[in-house]
């Protein structure tokens, strides 16, 4: 008896909707907070570039693969500016987004700063379900493989940043807008999902 309630359990848990990553994964945010937090922008005197490439399970065809581009500095004494182009491919699926961000600091006392920021920009994704991965090929049946597909969407979110000369806490909202990837017979086959980061060091 013991053991058909663990299959019922089971059975019932494979009927649940299922979530995945869905952002870019990355192991040192402290390199690139501005992708994820546009308040960042400006928190550093100067101007901030990076180029970081992370490539899952190499040599494996399909794996995920994310390079991306950031800079970010400050104008005048208060206001940050920023830009960050993500590249992110995982199987027939990949991902670019360009985006523009902008900061405002308020100094609370000496040396403790409160940056808040906007971000705003472009995600545009590409499936290629036709193309072999692996020797497999899509059942071109299956009405959520049944086309390429090919669309744009724009996105905004936001960001505050509170740091010291030793330390940060930052709490950020990339993406705002739940926008539906692929809608086919009133059929949604993937949307944004609003994602919180919270950052400290």
Do not use: C
Not at 9 to 36: C, F, K, R, W
Not at 45 to 55: M, Y
């Amino acid at each position: 008896m013991k053991k058909i309630y663990i299959s019922a359990l089971l059975a019932l848990l494979g009927l649940a909707e299922s979530s995945a990553q869905q952002d870019p994964h990355y192991t040192q945010y402290m390199y690139n907070q501005s992708v994820i937090n546009p308040a960042y922008a400006g928190s550093r005197e100067g101007l901030s570039l990076g180029l970081l490439h992370r490539e899952q399970w190499s040599g494996l065809e399909g794996a995920p693969k994310t390079t991306t581009f950031f800079g970010n500095g400050r104008v005048g004494k208060k206001v940050g500016l920023g830009l960050s182009v993500i590249s992110d491919k995982i199987g027939p699926v990949s991902e670019n987004n360009v985006y523009a961000d902008f900061s405002y600091t308020l100094k609370l006392q000496p040396g403790h700063n409160l940056a808040l920021g906007l971000k705003a920009g472009m995600t545009m994704q590409q499936s290629d379900f036709f193309s072999e991965i692996n020797g497999y090929v899509p059942d071109a049946n299956d009405p959520a493989f049944a086309e390429n597909t090919s669309q744009s969407f724009f996105n905004v979110g936001a960001g505050a940043f509170y740091y010291t000369d030793k330390y940060y806490v930052g709490f950020s909202v990339p993406n705002f807008l739940q926008n539906t990837y692929v809608e086919k017979n009133n059929r949604k086959f993937g949307s944004d999902v609003m994602h919180m980061f919270l950052t400290g060091g």
